[in-house]
Every structure is written in structure tokens, then in C-alpha cells.
């Protein structure tokens, strides 16, 4: 068939450059286990080394592991090997959350079971937690409790003590008939009129109420720590996305707020705007007539150059801008932002001929007085991510190459191929290291993966009106692997619904069962993060009815469950941690603390 000949094209091509990846390893260490010219020897070497054997996290464990691990245990059950291990899993079900990497949570049980049986194992429950507060964990029984995909799940209880908390649903964000109306794309000129981002007003002003409740939280939530408490930070705070794609609404509003977060974007170093200025320096420097570029790197920080400077460069005759800003200059008439622009640019030029890429923009930091300029444009809320990702970007040019690439042309069209990459591949936004924020830490934002096993005292779940999963790719694979089973029993790609066939929709249908428990661990998560404030917010549909199986929706039933009411403000919420009513939901309540004019 045309996979298998792609599969067997794609192991020679790897043969040829000796290169495996990471599944390979895997399926080459269970062909070593399982090979009885190898076996005898390798269990001899295992026995003597290992005589205890802990494996965390084992919910997250793909079915090709869990071999690995049979192969080795199971010679033991047959006598072929010395003294058996210590074995000890540890995991949760619940928190299976990676099915996308082939994660298998039945295994948890059939490995339970082998363990039992053959090794005398004991299960041992934990359904107590010392990281929510009560009411969190009321919240928590009242939603899983009830989902009949959830099995499994067993009543939780709190360690926390008294340790006061509260869930909050705010209301859902609706859009006026004509808020909708204006949000269609209307006919322009694209000769005298820009094209504007296309931007959901829904999504604006859930992140606008996001910043103003945030603002109200510090004001007046206390946070317990050891044995007393304190005024909340913003480092307290954790925002929880499904997917990155969403996150530039809520980072304008928290912008706009003021208020310091941290949202180090996989793969988004090189669309920052930072980095946008450094490429459109380089650009210059490869070709001075791109007025547009010059343009750009006239009006960031490193110049700042105003619009009375530019057009009285604009005014300076025909030409292209560069050498209208040399006559400038040497008739003595250029302004002194303008003079001083020159004198650096024309040494860059010169220096852009004979320097590595990442010697020059190392000079650019040196002679622009790079990071104090940047410093001093920045509101101070945003400075620490600016600087880490400048400095990165430093970083990045030594990596390539070694920082000796060829040529800066050539340069820059690698920055352009990086740029466009996908974010495994793209460079990372810097890592702001420290508090550099008078102790108030900085909002985290993430997405529910990535904020697996960490905590915060206020949690705050975004977007969480949408229903999961999305549109799947055009293609992908279908496995039937089932935990017992030591290979898969059915494997084949599927595309659009239409072509999937009759025969495969009981495995289709098993695969739906699978991902709406996933999508419900996704949830147990989230909510499980905070130690004592969680809050949802979203959007309404455009149309019709929400999603019945959406996170808020599941929620808003548990919190019904549990008797809460909506206040004046349609904000429902449950525990013992009492707030005031949510104050300054609307766009305007935000305080305005934008960047600066020039940049």
C-alpha cells in the first residue's frame, strides 16, 4: 500500500543519515527486550542495577511504554529472572491530558491489575488534597460527580484547613445586533484605506472585564501564605487558555490595564515587535533605499524620532529617504534625533559589510545604547519581557552559525524563514528570569498543558464558553490499540467525515468517547490549579444556544447544584471567600497606561 511504502521510504532515508527519533528509540529498546538473542543478557544487566523501580506521571504513559515496561517486568513472572524489583506507579487518571502524544490512561488499571497479580502490589488511593481550599473542591465533586464519562471519579476532600475560597462565573459576553452588524468586513479602498486586524468584539470585552476584575481582586483579596495572610499580587494570578491562537486580545487589554504578565509565546520570539525592529534595521542596512524600512527603525526607541522630524524628512526633496537624511546632515539642517540617527546608521552601514551578523547588531547594542533606550520607551510593567527577548534575540543570532552566518542577506532571509516556521521550529519569546516588579510578581499566562502541576491562589479559566477539540486535521491516523493488547489492532488515516466509511465508525465512535473524557480531564485540571479563587468567563454563541458540554456550562450546573445565585452583576459564585460585587466590567473601567506615541 502507498503508507506502508512511505513508512519503509521514510526508515531508509533515516538509515542513510543515521538518525532516529524519538518513537524509534522506543520501538528499538522493546525489539531489544523482546529479542531472545539480547533478552537474557540485558535482564542480567538490569537486575544488577536497578532494584527499585518508580515510574511517575503514568497516566500520561503510551501503550509502546508500557511494552518496554512488560517486556521487562514480565520475565520475572516466568522465573528467567533474578530477584523481582520494587515497583511503584504513580498517577492520576484524571489528569490524562495527552492524548495527542498517544498518552493511554486505561493503562493505569491494566498495569494495576498485571501488578497485583503477579507482584503482590497494593493499591493505595489518595483522594485528599492539601492545595484547594473547600469550597474549590465542592465545586469540583459537584461537576465531576455527575458526568457519566468521568468513571471512576471518587468524592475529593480538602487538607487545607480553613483555608477560604470562592468560584466565579462571569457573565457570558453577548454582542448587540449592532456590535454584529459593524464586526462584518465592509468594502474598503486599499489606496487610502488600511486593512484592519480582524478582531472578535466579543473576545475585546471579555478581556477588558478580565482586566478590571483583576484590578478589583488586588485591591481586595487577601491571600493565605503559612500561617498568616497578605495583600494578593499579581503573581498570584494564573490565566488558563485551551490553545495560544487566543492570546492577543487579553494581552492588549492587560497591556492597556497596566497590569505585568508573562506570556513567554512558544515560537513567537521573531513576531514580537521588538524583533521587528531589529529586522527592519537589518533590512536597511542590506538595501538603504527601503524608505518604508528606514522609516521604522527612525521611529523605534533606539532613535525615536517623531513625526515633526519625519516630515521634515519627508519635506527634504525627492529621492530616497536615506539620501534625503544625508543632505540633511551635511547642510547642518537635520534635527538632533535626525543628526544623531545618521551619524549611527552610516557606521552600521560600513560595518554591515564586513561584520557577522551577530557582531553587528552586538555593536547596535553597544553604540544605540539599545536596552537603556528601550527601557525608558517601555511602561515598566512590560520592560522585563521586552529586555528578555532582546536579549535573545542576541542569543539567537550567536546560535546560528555559530554567529558567523555568511552573509546578512542571507541572514535575513533565515530570520524570515524562522519567522514563518511552525512554533516547534520558530525561536522562543526570552524567559524573563526574576521579579524585577517591586515583589508583585507578574500574571502567568498558559495554556492548561503547560500549566499542568503548578498552583496559584487565583486561577482564572478564559474562553471557557467554547467547546473543545476544534477542527481536526486534514488527515490524520486512526489506532485501536487497547491496553491489554501487545500491538496495535488497527491503524489507518482518515479526512473529512464524508469518506471516513461504515466500517470504521465503531472505532470512530470509541475515539469520541476518548477525547470527551479528555476534554473533561482538561477541565479537572484547570480547576484544580487554584488554591483558592477560580473564575470562568467567555463568549455567547453569535447564534443559537452554547455548547451543552462546554466548560462554563458544566460548571454553571455544578455551582446551580450547589444553590449559588447571580448577583446584580449576573457574576455566579460559590464559597466562603467573600468579595465585593465585580465592579468596572466594561471596557472603560480599565485604566490607560499604552505604549508610547513613537513606538
Same mark, same amino acid.
Given at each position: 500500500s502507498?503508507?506502508?511504502?512511505f513508512?519503509?521510504?521514510?526508515?531508509?532515508?533515516?538509515?542513510?543519515?543515521?538518525?532516529?527519533d524519538?518513537?524509534?528509540?522506543?520501538?528499538?529498546?522493546?525489539?531489544?527486550?523482546?529479542?531472545?538473542?539480547?533478552?537474557?543478557?540485558?535482564?542480567?544487566?538490569?537486575?544488577?542495577?536497578?532494584?527499585?523501580?518508580l515510574?511517575?506521571?503514568?497516566?500520561?504513559t503510551?501503550?509502546?511504554q508500557?511494552?518496554?515496561?512488560?517486556?521487562?517486568?514480565d520475565?520475572y513472572?516466568?522465573?528467567?529472572?533474578?530477584?523481582?524489583?520494587?515497583?511503584f506507579?504513580v498517577?492520576?487518571?484524571?489528569?490524562?491530558i495527552?492524548?495527542?502524544?498517544?498518552?493511554?490512561?486505561?493503562?493505569?488499571?491494566?498495569?494495576?491489575?498485571?501488578?497485583?497479580?503477579?507482584?503482590?502490589?497494593?493499591?493505595?488511593?489518595?483522594?485528599?488534597?492539601?492545595?484547594?481550599?473547600?469550597?474549590?473542591?465542592e465545586?469540583?465533586?459537584?461537576?465531576?460527580?455527575?458526568?457519566?464519562?468521568?468513571?471512576?471519579?471518587?468524592?475529593?476532600?480538602?487538607?487545607?484547613?480553613e483555608?477560604?475560597?470562592?468560584?466565579?462565573?462571569?457573565?457570558?459576553?453577548?454582542?448587540?445586533?449592532?456590535?454584529?452588524?459593524?464586526?462584518?468586513?465592509?468594502?474598503?479602498?486599499?489606496?487610502?484605506?488600511?486593512a484592519?486586524?480582524?478582531?472578535?468584539?466579543?473576545?475585546?470585552?471579555e478581556?477588558?472585564r478580565?482586566?478590571?476584575?483583576?484590578?478589583q481582586?488586588m485591591?481586595?483579596?487577601?491571600v493565605?501564605?503559612?500561617?498568616?495572610?497578605?495583600?494578593?499580587r499579581?503573581?498570584?494570578v494564573?490565566?488558563?487558555v485551551?490553545?495560544?491562537?487566543?492570546l +492577543?486580545? *487579553?494581552?492588549? /487589554?492587560?497591556? #492597556? %490595564?497596566?497590569? !505585568?504578565?508573562?506570556a &513567554?509565546?512558544?515560537?513567537? $520570539?521573531l =513576531?514580537?515587535?521588538?524583533?521587528r525592529?531589529?529586522?527592519?534595521?537589518?533590512?536597511?542596512?542590506?538595501?538603504?533605499?527601503a524608505?518604508?524600512?528606514?522609516?521604522?527603525v527612525?521611529?523605534?526607541?533606539?532613535?525615536?524620532?517623531?513625526?515633526?522630524?519625519?516630515?521634515?524628512?519627508?519635506?527634504?526633496?525627492?529621492?530616497?529617504?536615506?539620501?534625503r537624511?544625508?543632505g540633511?546632515?551635511?547642510?547642518?539642517?537635520?534635527?538632533p534625533?535626525?543628526?544623531r540617527?545618521f551619524?549611527?546608521?552610516?557606521?552600521?552601514?560600513?560595518?554591515?559589510?564586513?561584520?557577522?551578523?551577530?557582531?553587528?547588531?552586538?555593536?547596535?547594542?553597544?553604540?544605540?545604547?539599545?536596552? +537603556?533606550? *528601550?527601557?525608558? /520607551?517601555?511602561? #515598566? %510593567?512590560?520592560? !522585563?519581557?521586552?529586555? &528578555?527577548?532582546?536579549?535573545? $534575540?542576541? =542569543?539567537l543570532?550567536l546560535?546560528?552559525?555559530?554567529?558567523?552566518?555568511?552573509?546578512?542577506?542571507?541572514?535575513?532571509?533565515?530570520?524570515?524563514?524562522l519567522?514563518?516556521?511552525?512554533?516547534?521550529?520558530?525561536?522562543?519569546?526570552?524567559?524573563?528570569?526574576?521579579?524585577?516588579?517591586?515583589?508583585?510578581?507578574?500574571?502567568?499566562?498558559?495554556?492548561?498543558?503547560?500549566?499542568?502541576?503548578?498552583e496559584?491562589?487565583?486561577v482564572?479559566?478564559?474562553?471557557?464558553?467554547?467547546?473543545?477539540?476544534?477542527?481536526?486535521?486534514?488527515?490524520?491516523?486512526?489506532?485501536?490499540?487497547?491496553?491489554?493488547?501487545?500491538?496495535?489492532?488497527?491503524?489507518?488515516?482518515?479526512?473529512?467525515?464524508?469518506?471516513?466509511?461504515?466500517?470504521?465508525?465503531?472505532?470512530?465512535?470509541g475515539? &469520541?468517547?476518548?477525547?470527551?473524557?479528555?476534554?473533561?480531564?482538561?477541565?479537572?485540571?484547570?480547576?484544580?490549579?487554584?488554591?483558592?479563587?477560580f473564575?470562568?468567563?467567555?463568549?455567547?454563541?453569535?447564534?443559537?444556544?452554547?455548547?451543552?458540554?462546554?466548560?462554563?456550562?458544566?460548571?454553571?450546573?455544578a455551582?446551580?447544584?450547589?444553590?449559588?445565585?447571580?448577583?446584580?452583576?449576573?457574576?455566579l459564585?460559590?464559597?466562603?471567600?467573600?468579595?465585593?460585587?465585580?465592579a468596572?466590567?466594561?471596557?472603560?473601567?480599565?485604566?490607560?497606561l499604552?505604549l508610547?506615541?513613537?513606538?
Open positions: 502507498l503508507g506502508a511504502a513508512l519503509e521510504r521514510l526508515e531508509k532515508h533515516k538509515q542513510a543519515r543515521r538518525l532516529i524519538f518513537v524509534d528509540a522506543e520501538w528499538q529498546v522493546l525489539q531489544l527486550l523482546q529479542d531472545e538473542g539480547h533478552a537474557a543478557f540485558l535482564q542480567a544487566r538490569l537486575d544488577a542495577r536497578y532494584k527499585h523501580i515510574v511517575d506521571e503514568f497516566q500520561d503510551n501503550p509502546l508500557w511494552q518496554i515496561l512488560l517486556a521487562w517486568l520475565a513472572t516466568h522465573g528467567d529472572g533474578g530477584e523481582a524489583p520494587c515497583v506507579l498517577g492520576d487518571p484524571k489528569q490524562s495527552y492524548r495527542f502524544r498517544q498518552a493511554e490512561p486505561r493503562l493505569f488499571a491494566t498495569a494495576a491489575d498485571f501488578l497485583e497479580h503477579n507482584f503482590g502490589a497494593r493499591r493505595l488511593a489518595q483522594d485528599a488534597t492539601r492545595r484547594n481550599a473547600r469550597s474549590v473542591v465545586v469540583v465533586n459537584a461537576l465531576f460527580s455527575v458526568e457519566p464519562a468521568f468513571t471512576g471519579f471518587r468524592p475529593q476532600s480538602s487538607l487545607a484547613g483555608l477560604p475560597g470562592r468560584v466565579e462565573l462571569l457573565p457570558l459576553v453577548s454582542l448587540a445586533e449592532e456590535e454584529e452588524q459593524s464586526a462584518g468586513a465592509a468594502l474598503r479602498d486599499p489606496l487610502t484605506t488600511p484592519t486586524e480582524a478582531r472578535d468584539p466579543r473576545r475585546d470585552e478581556a477588558a478580565l482586566a478590571a476584575r483583576l484590578q481582586l485591591a481586595t483579596l487577601r493565605k501564605e503559612g500561617e498568616g495572610e497578605r495583600p494578593a499579581w503573581g498570584d494564573m490565566l488558563l485551551r490553545k495560544r491562537t487566543q +492577543a486580545a *487579553y494581552e492588549r /487589554a492587560l497591556k #492597556a %490595564a497596566g497590569i !505585568p504578565y508573562l &513567554a509565546s512558544r515560537g513567537g $520570539l =513576531q514580537t515587535l521588538e524583533a525592529d531589529i529586522a527592519a534595521l537589518f533590512e536597511f542596512l542590506v538595501l538603504p533605499s524608505d518604508l524600512a528606514l522609516a521604522q527612525l521611529r523605534t526607541p533606539l532613535f525615536a524620532v517623531g513625526d515633526d522630524d519625519l516630515l521634515q524628512l519627508a519635506a527634504a526633496g525627492p529621492g530616497p529617504w536615506w539620501e537624511l544625508m540633511l546632515c551635511n547642510r547642518g539642517e537635520a534635527r534625533r535626525l543628526a540617527a551619524a549611527l546608521l552610516d557606521g552600521w552601514l560600513k560595518a554591515a559589510d564586513v561584520l557577522p551578523a551577530h557582531d553587528l547588531l552586538d555593536r547596535v547594542f553597544h553604540q544605540g545604547e539599545l536596552l +537603556a533606550r *528601550y527601557r525608558e /520607551a517601555v511602561p #515598566a %510593567a512590560l520592560w !522585563p519581557g521586552v529586555e &528578555a527577548n532582546l536579549l535573545a $534575540l542576541l =542569543q543570532l546560535d546560528l552559525d555559530g554567529g558567523r552566518y555568511p552573509s546578512l542577506p542571507r541572514f535575513i532571509d533565515e530570520l524570515s524563514r519567522r514563518d516556521a511552525d512554533a516547534d521550529e520558530a525561536p522562543d519569546e526570552g524567559i524573563v528570569e526574576g521579579d524585577s516588579n517591586d515583589g508583585q510578581g507578574r500574571v502567568r499566562i498558559l495554556t492548561i498543558h503547560a500549566a499542568k502541576g503548578l496559584a491562589p487565583i482564572w479559566l478564559l474562553d471557557a464558553n467554547a467547546e473543545g477539540g476544534g477542527p481536526a486535521d486534514a488527515w490524520s491516523l486512526l489506532v485501536d490499540w487497547p491496553p491489554q493488547a501487545p500491538r496495535p489492532e488497527h491503524l489507518s488515516l482518515y479526512g473529512i467525515k464524508a469518506d471516513r466509511g461504515a466500517a470504521r465508525e465503531p472505532l470512530f465512535e475515539e &469520541a468517547k476518548l477525547a470527551e473524557r479528555e476534554e473533561l480531564n482538561l477541565l479537572y485540571v484547570a480547576v484544580t490549579r487554584a488554591k483558592q479563587v473564575v470562568a468567563s467567555g463568549s455567547a454563541p453569535k447564534k443559537g444556544d452554547s455548547p451543552e458540554h462546554s466548560p462554563y456550562q458544566r460548571l454553571a450546573r455551582l446551580a447544584a450547589l444553590g449559588a445565585t447571580a448577583d446584580e452583576a449576573g457574576t459564585a460559590y464559597g466562603d471567600l467573600a468579595l465585593d460585587a465585580m468596572g466590567s466594561q471596557a472603560g473601567s480599565q485604566s490607560s499604552g508610547p506615541e513613537q513606538w
